[in-house]
């Protein structure tokens, strides 16, 4: 059973940075497509930041310049590095696995 589990949000403010993380147990970590996502309540969920086992990233224009996805093979962890963080960065974050298995989020706030 593959689970994820993210960890690293918080409340911060604006201009401030956070780096969230998601350890994965299960599964094949190397083969895996990860991915970070964000929702607001009573949103869709939007997709941020994509990282293919192959080492190519993609981002929401949103968050490009900003974010950084990377991830740890040997330690089956995946990062987002969120830097210069606006409010409109509020919402609670989710990392997924080949968009097939999910964590349960973790909640970032950035206000003054």
């Known amino acids: 059973q593959v689970q994820l589990v993210e960890s690293g949000g918080g409340l911060v403010q604006p201009g401030e940075s956070l780096r969230l993380s998601c350890a994965v147990s299960?599964?094949?970590?190397?083969?895996?497509?990860m991915a970070w996502y964000r929702q607001a309540p009573g949103k869709q969920r939007e997709q941020v930041a994509t990282?293919?086992?192959?080492?190519?990233?993609y981002y929401a224009e949103s968050v490009k310049g900003r974010f950084t996805i990377s991830r740890d093979n040997s330690q089956n962890t995946v990062y987002l590095n969120m830097n210069s963080l606006k409010a409109e960065d509020t919402d609670v974050y989710f990392c997924?696995?080949?968009?097939?298995?999910w964590g349960q989020g973790t909640q970032v706030t950035v206000s003054s």
């Open positions: 997924t696995a080949d968009g097939q298995f």
């Open positions: 299960g599964g094949t970590f190397s083969a895996y497509v």
């Open positions: 990282l293919t086992a192959g080492g190519n990233s």
